[in-house]
């Protein structure tokens, strides 16, 4: 086991601990720690303190800290994928066609009067999400450089946002303004029954993918090296799309689009922990990706209370610096 992962993960739950309760007590109402843990551990409080925290404020939180650490393990299993640090699901216009897909299907039942379930918002992301990536590998055929596939993947990603942005402006049903919050970010309005549906994908897919540690350690080493190894090549290069389409697309699914967060958090987490083997950077990502988003959703909300930011806003702003460097460093080492 690395020597620096374990200080560096408990540092990192440290954070992750300090921000759970800087969450909590910010917002419109302002609520003080010695409360928050007498609500928490079931002691009487503020009623309304109350309500705001088990209603609002925890499944919010929950939900950021899911689907961050999950949007994270799917940018690392997509640069496994593609052996590239730069591709991620935001860049290669998966989220996008997930957008697409899930906004394509809120229109359609609601203008038939129907609401769309959380598990039919999920399949549609997820059929987005494989439509795009199945579309950016048979561009990889033909584009073997991958500079040039991560410029298609994005331009991709531009087509699925303006066709979204089309069939919303001229959606006739007036539910469909709620799509204008959820399409640009949000974690807004998240309830307990989400959290419960999120986590029971999320977390089955992420220990899967927990599972496969050493046969996508052997194939970061190399295909040939990988089949000496005993690993079926094409059964891990299919189980990573899977895997990884269904993590960015349960994110997009319930909060919209989050970008640069599954692309910048690896890297992050790679260098502060000082190895890129899967067993320890899989876990490390999830927890470094819960960290950046519920920074980022904290902030969004606070910042200019009571107006929300969008949290791709935030998350772009603190992370393309980052992935400028990748960039560069990447460039420097040609």
Known sequence: MNKRFCPVLIIMIIIL??????????????????????????????????RVIWNIRLPRIIAAIVLGGSLSVSGFLLQTFFGNPIAGP?????????????????IFFLDHGITLSALGMVSSAFMGAMLSLCIVLLLSIKVHNMSVLIVCG?????????????????????????????????????????VKIMTSIIGPVTMLSFLLSKPIGAYQL???????????????????????SLLSACVTAFAGPISFVGIAVPHLVKTAAGTARP???????????SIITLLCDGIARSLFSPTELS????????????????????QSRR
Request: proline share 2%.
């Open 311 to 330: 949290i791709s806003s935030v998350t772009a702003f603190f992370l393309v610096p980052v992935v400028i460097y990748m960039m560069l460093a990447k």
């Open 222 to 244: 190399g295909e040939r090296y990988a089949q000496n190894m005993g690993v079926n090549i094409l059964f891990l290069r299919i189980t990573l799309i899977l895997l990884s």
């Open 154 to 194: 994005i331009l991709l990603g531009y087509i699925c946002s303006a066709i979204t942005d089309f069939f919303v402006t001229f959606a006739s049903d007036s539910n469909i303004v709620n799509l204008h919050n959820w399409a640009v970010g949000s974690f807004s309005g998240t309830n307990w029954t989400d």
């Open 90 to 106: 935001y860049v290669l216009g998966i989220s996008s066609g997930a957008k697409l897909a899930v906004a394509l299907s809120m």
């Open 17 to 50: 601990i300090i921000l759970f309760f800087w969450n909590v007590c910010t917002g419109s109402v302002t609520i003080t720690i010695p409360e928050i843990i007498s609500i928490l551990t079931g002691k009487t409080g503020n009623i309304t303190h109350q």
């Open 279 to 289: 067993i320890i950077l899989i876990p490390a990502c999830f927890v470094g990706g």
